[in-house]
């Protein structure tokens, strides 16, 4: 890009209706984490940093609203104060990533896996609509079921639905104590068995990971109250078959999760696919070396790509498989199988007539 | 919005080209049974009722009502609380509940495909041999239906942990209201671009029909530890329920009656609750055998120290099951204390409880109508059941009147006013009370842009011009006319 992208830095939600009736093009942009779903392609920024701060947070509630702008980690440090978390586990907290980027490039973490990922967390939005109007939806109690589920349909929606000011979420306590496993396996077939057999037992993880390279490994996360804990280790090790294993906690514990959701590989493109479990072995037999994980027993792949997008397009389309960019490129971040539709072009003309969030 | 009148002639003609006499009723005998669902206050006379036994009978119906401008609803067994599949009059009801099959188990990957009039326990039912089930409960479910489930987002005792519906759909085959097929979501529990499904979820038919609906499964948790503790009050309770959220403890399940709620189980199921209870607290831990037994030893120590004057733990499964066939009887059980009752679903802060049953209390006392309190504390989400005799003149006004204030009540303390049972033909006029026009106005555009004609459900969820459709106040043109009733 040569030229210099006009940034504006509204300071209130009335400032981003203003912004978005003023200018024909616009992309809103968080902590700039996801550089693939943040930099300009010629549309003036709207950069939501000036919209930070916790609103409301009662921690018996289970439930706080925040400034869409206002970073992870503020609310992170906030929640760990009261020994709650947010169970959606986001990635990216650690370079600065905010609520309201999350929210739309739909992206959650490893502990996902024990009670699910940001849709499944959100309660309430207020955007600002294709038309500088702006609306609410959903609420601030963790139990609502009025009107059209409007943060749902926000999670993932890269900014190109309306700008999102304000988000109430529901939160949990964290676990009082965790402990890691990591197993390796002999061969993907040895850690995908293992991984189908985990996921469809009784046994409880905050996190299920499989990563391919340069073993097949499997890391467990599990957690509750410490003096059930060993028992708890114990039976996880009896159900393996007693594998040779690396046991995480404490300090080490923490250092380590923290560093996965740096997602940190260095250089190549970075990107999000949902996946399942039964395609992971087509997957991998296609991918190669390099730096991935399959969060959520394999349901969440996070890749690190080196070669050119074009060829991991075609890998995926190949395997019926979506794919989004979050760091390396400046072409349409959305590759592999096309997820648009009737229904989605449908309500994007609803909330966005005049096509201002569209590239 | 107005709306061309219906040339019915050749409507049903095109219908019965589609449709064999036995899965097409049109006879006002055959029509009776479908003129209302759970609500039944209300009642609309269709033109006809269908019956597909497939996607694709689904689908040209959908086109058919399309080119027709002929208004539909889709039912499963009806068990909307809200009026959600009441007809629309003069509208074609499309009934699911043939379309019953389990198309697709696949325990591995943990999923279920199934039709929409499947049955919600069903999917449990044949999850159990794989050691897996479908976490959504509604006190509906050995009747209530997949497809009335998402279409209301329907939720359950269990949903502060895992969620309602819509946290356990992964896709849905849809045909939009003007005749497109469409496929939301798939099969992986993450998806890219924006949650088109999470919005189709709990859009109360407005937003087309799904065909097809692939559930996520859980493995069943390896142990529960049920405890039901008496209180000689309703507050001790709910102070009860904020000393185990303060613990730190996540239980699977947090459940209040009140006294009135306890009588009426008890006559109905004898369930062998405690003698003289004010107020009954249920909690339910769950998961791992030594993880549950050590959160056991704290909500002990919780219960113990909430002033409970009995507290009973289930000993064994047919226990637990007693414990839980009380609390979701009472419902229909309230049946037993009085002709006629409302029930309302509202949400307030949990914070907020205490403040909302003394308010509640208040206004039974200034309507001079009795209300049953059952609750899923956990999450807020309040059960009142007011009780009235339809027979005296006017009160079933005053019952609506009085569940009308306990909305407004649960918008005032910063709550909802439906926790699961969806706003639908009851609480239309309350939409507007707790979102602005704003807010409605980007619901409507949404709905428009995929229904110009509002054939879809027409009638429900938004407050007033949406019509032609009942009134909760005095009788509607309609139902003088004797089109549409109400009892």
Known sequence: MSEVATTLRPASPAEVQEAVRTYAKLLPRGGGTKTALSTPQGQTVLDLSGLSGVLEYDPGEYVFVAQAGTRLAEIQAMLAQHGQYLPFDPPLAEAGATLGGTVAAGLSGPMRQRYGGVRDFILGVRLVDGEGRLVRGGGKVVKNAAGFDLPKLMVGSLGRLGVLVEVAFKVFPFPRATATLKVEFGSLEGALEALYRLSGSPLEFYALDLEPNPRATLTLRIGGLPEALPARLARLRQFLGHPPEECLEGQAEREYWAWVNRLDWGGGYLLKVPVQPSKIAALEARLGPGMRRYLAAGNLLYLNWSDPLAKLDALLKSLGLPGLVLRGSLESPLIGVDWSQAFGARVRAALDPLGRFSP | ?487
């Open chain 2, 1 to 487: 919005m107005r709306h061309p009148p219906v040339e019915k002639a050749s409507f049903l003609a095109e219908l019965s080209q589609i449709f064999p006499k036995d899965r097409r009723l049109d006879q006002a005998a055959q029509l009776s049974p479908y003129e209302s669902d759970a609500l039944t206050a209300f009642r609309a006379r269709p033109l006809a009722v269908v019956l597909p036994e497939s996607g694709e009978e689904v689908i040209r119906a959908v086109r058919l009502c399309a080119k027709h401008r002929v208004p539909f609803v889709a039912r499963g067994s009806g068990t909307s609380l809200s009026g959600g599949s009441l007809p629309i009059p003069g509208g074609l009801v499309i009934g699911l509940n043939r379309m019953n099959r389990l198309l697709k188990l696949d325990p591995k990957e943990r999923i279920a495909v199934v039709e929409p009039g499947f049955i919600n326990l069903n999917v449990s039912k044949a999850a159990e041999p794989h050691g897996l089930y479908y976490a959504p409960d509604p006190s509906s479910q050995p009747v209530s239906t997949i497809g009335g489930n998402l279409a209301f987002n329907s939720g359950g005792a269990h949903c502060l942990k895992y969620g309602m519906t819509s946290n356990h759909v992964l896709g849905a085959k849809v045909v939009l209201p003007e005749g497109e097929v469409v496929e939301l979501g798939g099969e992986s529990l993450e998806g890219v671009g924006p949650d088109w499904l999470g919005l189709f979820v709990g859009s109360e038919g407005l937003l087309g029909i799904a065909f097809e609906i692939t559930l996520r499964l859980l493995p069943r948790p390896e142990r529960y530890h049920t405890v039901l503790a008496a209180y000689r009050s309703l507050e001790q309770a709910g102070e009860a329920v904020a000393a185990v959220v303060a613990s730190g403890l996540l239980p699977g399940a947090m459940e209040i009656m009140d006294s009135l709620a306890i009588e009426a189980a008890e006559a109905a199921v004898q369930a062998g609750y405690p003698k003289g209870a004010r107020a009954l607290l249920i909690v339910e831990l769950e998961g791992e055998t030594p993880e549950v037994e050590a959160e056991a030893r704290e909500l002990a120590r919780v219960i113990e120290a909430s002033g409970a004057y009995e507290v009973r733990l289930a000993q064994s499964a047919e226990e637990r099951l007693k414990i839980w066939k009380g609390r979701k009887a009472a419902f229909s059980a309230v049946g037993r204390l009085s002709p006629d009752y409302i029930v309302q679903d509202g949400v307030v802060p949990r914070g907020k409880l205490g403040q909302a049953l003394f308010e509640i209390e208040r206004l039974s006392e200034a309507y001079g109508l009795r209300v049953a309190n059952v609750f899923h504390a956990g999450d807020g989400n309040l059960h009142p059941l007011v009780l009235y005799d339809g027979k005296r003149p006017g009160e079933l006004e005053r019952a609506e009147a009085l569940a009308g204030e306990i909305l407004r009540l649960c918008i005032r303390l910063g709550g909802s006013i439906t926790g699961e049972h969806g706003v639908g033909m009851e609480k239309r006029q309350y939409l507007g009370e707790m979102f602005g026009e704003d807010d409605l106005e980007a619901m409507r555009r949404i709905r428009r842009a995929l229904d110009p004609d509002e054939l879809s459900n027409r009638g429900k969820m938004f407050p007033g011009a949406d019509a032609p459709a009942l009134k909760l106040h005095g009788a509607h043109p309609l139902e003088r006319a004797g089109v549409i009733s109400r009892e």
